[in-house]
């Protein structure tokens, strides 16, 4: 989640070497974690006399975090006056937010009024700041939150000759901890408390390391890439499935990425170039020194902001990448017909993130506080992305956008309206009535099932009341696109189709209605017994990888394997 001037919140916060700009980023991190508790409390007992909801839900924060208040004035003497019921009220409805795995119902019956223990242990699982029937037990996070700190970094290492790669791990693990990732052979995962470390090594800042999630690698992993073979990437940007493509290659062969976005466009080339084992950029095939360009600003956006072909080359020439700066839906058959065949083609289309970390966080900004992002996507044929979001809180501009997305609506069963956040742009609709931030029904934030509880039983949830919308959208949007990829790439053998969402609408339903329209395919594996999604329910059981943050120490991903028969 990122700041209004796009600055992530802890490096905002954390550039000030001030201490109490850390708590506040631990307030921040714990008031967002338990929003919709925080608001039900307010609406409840507060939202009459405490007109400030912002400043009240961080108060209230305060509170049932530290069980007093520093300061706070008039919502302070309001909050104290009720502190026992908010308590109570709090100690009885954490459940419906806080995930207990089952070996802590022994503690149910503990009658502990506010007492804190640390350091125990209950049958080899250490809680964090749990509150068991008025029972504290300190020391590891399981609650609405506790799988985004447990997530693992994972990276890649670049290298150039064969003892280069045991030197620079070597010397990683004098820094930090640093371990093999057990699933995939050439990633390396370290815990995120070690990160800063790894990014300030001499290896990171001289582009010897790049980070890049597991499940990006997963995706590659289905389309069993080798040595010199073709590959299309759609959607490519940021660029993790293309980079660990390249790795698979081998120094030979031909990558094609796709990416309609200029600016997303213009990250991917970047990071390419960052392995020095790749020339360019290029503006002619022919990649003679006369079309090629510095990659900066000014090349890229201002004198040649007509070009939308680049080509870049592995050194030793044997491997080639030709990047397409176009809407996927505007290249046909004759746009790949310079290629005799492709071997595999990642489709990889906007998606509502609800497999990202911060989804749950973003979601219940949005239910709470009634903000949308003013950002809206006004892609052609309702091309989207929905990746590097940005948070906005220009409720006025917000407005202005609504009035305009309204006027805009675009083919293949997508609009403008969507925004970069993942909700429609309409406060209050989709079960949602809200008047200035404030709920009709005071408990409606039950209304929902908790999807991390759902995810930590390894269940796929349903769509929340509030984006049905916005998820039907999308998922004609993804239907249309990988109906378009399947149709005019009549030479490739290959298809692989990932999205970072849990919803069966985004993944096992765009699936089954496409192939019931296009036939002549078929479905096979699409990776490890390990990650490979058992029910015996779905129309196509044991075929698609999917990942839950609490086992895999990723985030979600779906990822399924298109194969023309």
């Not at 900004?365 to 979001?389: A, D, E, L, W, Y």
């Not at 993804?478 to 999205?499: R, V």
Request: charged residues 25%; contains cysteine.
């Amino acid at each position: 989640m990122k700041t209004s001037r796009g600055k992530g919140l802890k490096d905002a916060l954390f550039e000030h070497k001030d201490e109490s700009f850390k708590k506040m980023y631990w307030l921040v991190y714990k008031s967002l974690e338990k929003l919709p508790l925080l608001n039900a409390m307010y609406n409840r007992f507060l939202s009459e006399n405490c007109k400030n909801k912002f400043l009240t839900i961080i108060l209230l924060c305060v509170f049932v975090e530290r069980f007093k208040i520093d300061g706070g004035g008039a919502i302070k003497r309001e909050i104290m006056k009720k502190a026992d019921i908010i308590r109570s009220y709090y100690n009885r409805k954490v459940y419906k937010y806080v995930y207990v795995p089952d070996s802590l119902n022994s503690l149910n019956n503990t009658e502990v009024n506010n007492t804190e223990v640390n350091n125990t242990v209950v049958n080899n699982t250490v809680v964090n700041n749990t509150v068991v029937n008025n029972t504290v037990v300190n020391n590891t996070t399981i609650n609405s939150c506790s799988q985004v700190s447990e997530i693992k970094k994972y990276f890649i290492i670049y290298k150039e000759e064969k003892n280069e790669m045991s030197n620079i791990i070597d010397e990683l693990k004098q820094i930090v901890p640093i371990e093999k990732d057990e699933d995939i052979k050439q990633l390396y995962k370290i815990d995120n408390i070690n990160v800063s470390g790894l990014i300030n090594s001499v290896y990171y800042k001289n582009n010897k390391i790049r980070i890049i999630d597991k499940t990006s690698c997963l995706v590659v992993e289905a389309g069993d890439i080798k040595k010199g073979m073709t590959v299309l990437d759609i959607c490519s940007s940021p660029g993790s499935k293309a980079i660990y493509t390249l790795m698979h290659l081998q120094q030979e062969g031909f990558l094609i990425c796709v990416e309609k976005d200029r600016d997303r466009c213009f990250t991917l080339i970047k990071e390419i170039l960052k392995n020095n084992e790749y020339i360019g950029c290029y503006t002619h095939e022919s990649m003679k020194e006369d079309s090629q360009f510095n990659v900066n600003n000014n090349f890229f956006f201002c004198k040649n902001k007509d070009i939308n072909i680049f080509y870049i080359k592995h050194k030793n020439n044997k491997l080639i990448i030709k990047i397409y700066n176009y809407d996927f839906f505007n290249l046909l058959i004759d746009d790949f017909s310079f290629l005799p065949s492709i071997d595999v083609v990642f489709l990889d289309p906007s998606c509502s993130s609800s497999g990202m970390p911060d989804f749950i966080y973003k979601q219940n900004i949005i239910r709470v506080f009634g903000i949308s992002n003013s950002s809206t996507i006004n892609n052609k044929k309702g091309s989207m992305r929905n990746k590097n979001i940005n948070m906005s809180y220009a409720t006025k501009k917000v407005s202005k956008d609504m009035h305009k997305n309204k006027k805009n609506k675009k083919k293949n069963g997508t609009e403008t309206g969507i925004t970069h956040n993942g909700h429609n742009g309409h406060n209050g609709h989709n079960g949602h009535n809200s008047h200035n931030g404030h709920n009709d029904n005071q408990d409606s934030d039950e209304s929902d099932e908790n999807i991390n509880y759902i995810l930590l039983k390894k269940k796929i949830p349903k769509v929340p009341n509030w984006i049905t919308e916005k998820v039907n959208k999308l998922s004609n949007f993804q239907k249309n696109i990988l109906s378009h990829a399947l149709t005019n790439l009549p030479n490739a053998k290959t298809f692989i189709y990932s999205t970072c969402s849990f919803f069966e609408e985004e993944n096992e339903q765009v699936i089954k209605n496409v192939l019931k329209e296009k036939k002549g395919f078929c479905l096979k594996k699409a990776g490890k017994d390990k990650f490979i999604y058992k029910d015996d329910k779905c129309d196509f059981p044991n075929m698609f990888v999917r990942t839950f943050p609490s086992e895999h120490l990723c985030r979600g991903i779906f990822v399924a394997k298109i194969c023309r028969i």
